[in-house]
């Protein structure tokens, strides 16, 4: 695997970052992950917009999001992919060690350390069915920021870990606020239930959560999604419930806390959504390449 670090492409057993790096030491970063489809970026400007969002939030300065498209395209030819998620990771820097590694508050000349590499996926074309799993809920334990993309994912590790011990795939997350306990987010995933019919969406300021590119592209093809709180009991009698990100893409929960969703197989909302999906990517390879494509 050919990776890229600090702007070089090297193989992958050859990058090397200092292990006092704050992304390392401290988690102290930010992250993308991108999917290239026909060996283009898809939603890249979606991608780049939350990233530096986050990057003047939390004020790790010295880099900026937009270079991720060079970046990528490089990447992807490196390792002559066409189909594939593409992780790209920014850290504040490393320290040298009489500069106080282990203090909070970082050295002001610090250059970041950017890192990228590339894994294969199906095309999407691929996808002409939601895969069906199973689902625990669970307390949200993670920090208030959701709307960070951070490399801090203790929190979503340990919810993963969990709801594997419960023989379930994923784990769907709720937090208790003044009108009950509400969805959040899966480990690693925005969810949408069909309630009654309509589906529903948590919004990003009801619930502190990532702004999904995957949830944004499906609210822009779907408008009749509806953002707004989602509580734990809606979600226990929902039609359907999804989960949907870069990666995942839309999986379809038929399982919750060992109880069937609906008819207890992917449904028709399910379905409308991955299809929506699919081609709001591939017309966004074609805007791109004006209608070639050298996937």
Same mark, same amino acid.
């Given at each position: 695997?050919?990776?890229?670090?600090?702007?070089?492409?090297?193989?992958a057993?050859?990058?090397?970052?200092?292990p006092?790096?704050?992304?390392f030491?401290?988690?102290?970063?930010?992250?993308?992950g991108?999917?290239?489809?026909h060996?283009?970026?898809?939603?890249?400007?979606q991608h780049?917009e939350r990233?530096?969002?986050?990057?003047?939030?939390?004020?790790?300065?010295g880099?900026?999001?937009?270079?991720?498209?060079?970046? @990528? @395209?490089? &990447?992807?030819?490196?390792n002559?992919?066409?189909?594939?998620?593409?992780?790209?990771q920014?850290?504040?820097g490393?320290p040298?060690?009489q500069?106080?590694p282990?203090?909070?508050v970082p050295?002001n000349?610090? =250059?970041?350390?950017v890192f990228?590499?590339?894994?294969?996926?199906?095309?999407?074309?691929?996808?002409?069915?939601?895969?069906?799993?199973?689902?625990?809920l669970?307390?949200?334990v993670?920090? !208030?920021l959701?709307?960070?993309k951070?490399?801090?994912l203790?929190?979503?590790?340990l919810?993963s870990?969990?709801?594997q011990?419960h023989?379930a795939?994923?784990?769907?997350?709720?937090?208790d606020?003044?009108?009950?306990?509400?969805?959040?987010?899966g480990?690693? @995933?925005?969810?949408? =239930?069909?309630?009654?019919g309509?589906l529903?969406?948590?919004?990003l300021?009801?619930? !502190?959560i990532?702004?999904g590119?995957?949830?944004?592209?499906?609210i822009?093809?779907?408008?009749?999604?509806?953002?707004?709180?989602? !509580?734990?009991?809606?979600?226990?009698?929902?039609?359907?419930?999804?989960l949907?990100?870069?990666?995942?893409?839309?999986?379809?929960v038929?399982? &919750?806390?060992?109880?069937?969703?609906?008819?207890?197989?992917?449904g028709?909302?399910?379905h409308?959504?991955?299809?929506a999906?699919?081609?709001r990517?591939?017309?966004d390879?074609?805007? !791109? @390449?004006?209608?070639m494509?050298?996937g």
């Amino acid at each position: 695997m050919i990776v890229h670090l600090n702007g070089k492409l090297l193989d992958a057993r050859d990058a090397k970052i200092s292990p006092f790096d704050r992304g390392f030491l401290f988690g102290d970063g930010l992250y993308e992950g991108i999917r290239a489809t026909h060996g283009h970026a898809v939603a890249l400007p979606q991608h780049i917009e939350r990233m530096n969002n986050a990057l003047r939030e939390i004020g790790l300065s010295g880099f900026d999001a937009r270079s991720l498209e060079p970046l @990528t @395209t490089e &990447l992807l030819r490196a390792n002559n992919l066409a189909e594939a998620f593409v992780y790209w990771q920014v850290t504040r820097g490393t320290p040298a060690p009489q500069q106080g590694p282990r203090d909070r508050v970082p050295p002001n000349n610090l =250059a970041p350390t950017v890192f990228g590499f590339v894994e294969s996926v199906p095309a999407v074309e691929s996808y002409t069915a939601p895969r069906a799993i199973k689902a625990v809920l669970l307390p949200d334990v993670r920090w !208030s920021l959701g709307h960070i993309k951070a490399i801090t994912l203790l929190g979503s590790v340990l919810a993963s870990q969990e709801a594997q011990q419960h023989g379930a795939d994923d784990a769907i997350l709720f937090r208790d606020g003044p009108n009950g306990a509400c969805i959040t987010e899966g480990s690693a @995933t925005n969810v949408i =239930a069909s309630i009654d019919g309509q589906l529903v969406t948590p919004g990003l300021r009801d619930a !502190s959560i990532l702004p999904g590119v995957t949830r944004r592209l499906l609210i822009e093809a779907m408008p009749e999604i509806r953002q707004r709180p989602l !509580s734990v009991a809606e979600l226990r009698s929902a039609d359907e419930i999804m989960l949907a990100g870069t990666r995942t893409m839309v999986a379809s929960v038929v399982q &919750l806390d060992g109880k069937p969703v609906g008819a207890g197989r992917p449904g028709p909302k399910s379905h409308a959504l991955l299809e929506a999906l699919c081609a709001r990517l591939l017309a966004d390879i074609h805007c !791109s @390449t004006g209608g070639m494509s050298n996937g």
